[in-house]
């Protein structure tokens, strides 16, 4: 057999069918049930109340008690899998993607299959090589700041103070989420699309159709026609792109397939919106933390290092893309074993970034990340690392910071629900049922 010479993994343990068959129990079907695209609003309500996540991070210290920290092979019939225990594994399979771990897996080309059938993230190593450029390209992926970062700042404003007029003269004072991501698409929508998509809700509303199809994977035939009509909708914009939109600054020529690229980003921002939403939530229960970050928003300044660590630890706490999946492009020696090709790989983000070792691990603690937005060595992997990494882990942090900021320069926010104890935060936050109070900020001298 053509095994690599070196080993990748000094060793690797294989799980017994029971414990396989609990992690597919409690590990894999709860984080499909939520909805790997679109998230469930009753089983994310359900995953809250019963507190899934930390019964996942319990399954998993088991595993690693019981066979130590090598990754762990499940013998799942036809789709093995190595789960990683040990943050040092999750740093070396990230930094050796995409090769020999292929980003590009049957989970993902089943699920992207009814809205970015040709995204980068199943693309093939040739097609990967034009088409991350592409993606680094328009995201600024290099740059702490976008270069539209002060037009950004103009659109979230706008969209922001309109919204507080409006939650403001209905006497409730409330900001929940469904009138929160309402504004926050019309953001999105004019940060990628340009000014003309700002009140495009159809295409919106078709992504989710179709998102909420993804959800089923393989398990629902792809609905040709409506993912021709979004391409079509996306299609529109691309042609004569606005001056500052995201989608101006994707190369003109090429084979990128933009409709598929575009569609990433637009169902990606979903989960920056989840994390405004979150932080604003825990700045209302964090006096301290709450005070710098008010500070920074009044600064006006674009870059907000506190604001952008109060966002990270957030998606520690909560991770928006739970799972980052790889795949064995080629066989490799582990050990006395042979880990053959097509292998996946998979990294439980909350694991790792809730490791009981560390004394913040169920609590907030934005110094944790200094200037960096992924600590690989550590297993704190919001945004993934390496190679890899997601191409937006500049741009979702400076775009969610002046998000969070709109809010605070401008009011003082109560958290309503849920109750949350801030020393010892839940394994799931369930953005769909925070509710707000905001009132007209209070000046200071
Ligand atoms: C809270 C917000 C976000 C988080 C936490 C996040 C996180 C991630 C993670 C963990 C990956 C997987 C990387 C891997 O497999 O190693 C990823 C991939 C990706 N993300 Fe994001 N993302 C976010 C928002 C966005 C946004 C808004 C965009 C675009 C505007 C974006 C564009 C992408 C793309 C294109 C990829 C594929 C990268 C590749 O395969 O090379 N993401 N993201």
């Not at 995953?47 to 990754?71: F, H, I, S, T």
């Not at 225990?85 to 993607?97: F, G, H, I, K, R």
């Not at 699920?111 to 680094?136: D, G, T």
């Not at 439980?348 to 200094?370: C, K, Q, T, V």
Request: hydrophobic share 45%; with cysteine; net charge positive.
């Amino acid at each position: 057999m053509n095994a690599r010479s070196h080993a990748v993994f000094p060793r690797v343990n294989r799980a017994g069918w029971t414990d396989t068959l609990r992690v597919i129990m409690t590990i894999v079907a709860p984080t499909v049930a939520k909805g790997i695209i679109i998230r469930r609003p009753t089983i994310e309500h359900l995953a809250e109340r019963q507190d899934w996540n930390a019964k996942a991070v319990k399954q998993m210290q088991r595993l690693k008690k019981k066979y130590g920290p090598a990754p762990l092979l499940l013998p799942i019939p036809f789709r093995p899998q190595l789960l990683l225990l040990d943050p040092a594994d999750v740093s070396t399979v990230l930094q050796s993607s995409p090769e020999p771990f292929a980003a590009a897996t049957p989970e993902k080309h089943a699920a992207l299959a009814h809205f970015e059938p040709k995204n980068l993230l199943v693309s093939s190593a040739s097609q990967r090589a034009q088409l991350r450029p592409a993606h680094e390209q328009a995201l600024a992926t290099a740059d702490r700041l976008h270069p539209y970062s002060a037009h950004f700042k103009g659109v979230i404003d706008a969209e922001f103070l309109q919204l507080l007029g409006d939650i403001r003269s209905n006497r409730s004072g409330e900001l929940d989420w469904p009138a929160f991501s309402q504004a926050w698409f019309r953001v999105v929508r004019r940060l990628v699309l340009g000014e003309r998509a700002r009140n495009d809700i159809k295409l919106t509303e078709t992504l989710n159709d179709l998102r909420g199809r993804a959800n089923w994977a393989s398990a629902a035939p792809v609905d040709r026609r409506e993912l021709a009509l979004f391409h079509q909708q996306v299609g529109r914009y691309l042609s004569e792109p606005d001056k500052h939109s995201l989608v101006s600054r994707l190369p003109k020529g090429g084979e990128i397939a933009p409709e598929s690229q575009v569609a990433q980003w637009l169902f990606a921002f979903d989960a920056a919106g989840i994390t405004v939403i979150r932080t604003l939530a825990m700045l209302a229960c964090h006096v301290s933390y709450w005070g710098k970050a008010v500070e920074e928003a009044m600064s006006g300044d674009l870059d907000r290092p506190f604001t952008r660590s109060c966002l990270l630890e957030v998606l520690r706490l909560w991770p928006t893309t739970p799972v980052i999946l790889r795949q064995l492009t080629e066989d490799i020696k582990c050990g006395g074993r042979i880990i053959p090709r097509g292998t996946g790989v998979i990294i439980l983000a909350p694991f790792f970034h809730r490791d009981p070792e560390f004394l913040y691990a169920n609590r907030m603690d934005p110094s944790i990340w200094g200037p960096n937005d992924a600590l690989p060595a550590a297993g704190l992997v919001p945004f993934s690392a390496g190679p890899v990494i997601c191409p937006a882990h500049n741009l979702v942090p400076t775009v969610a910071s002046l998000a969070v900021g709109a809010f605070l320069s401008a009011a003082d926010v109560v958290l309503l629900q849920p109750s949350l104890a801030v020393d010892n935060l839940p394994g799931t936050l369930d953005h769909f049922a925070i509710r707000l109070r905001l009132a007209a900020r209070r000046r200071e001298k």
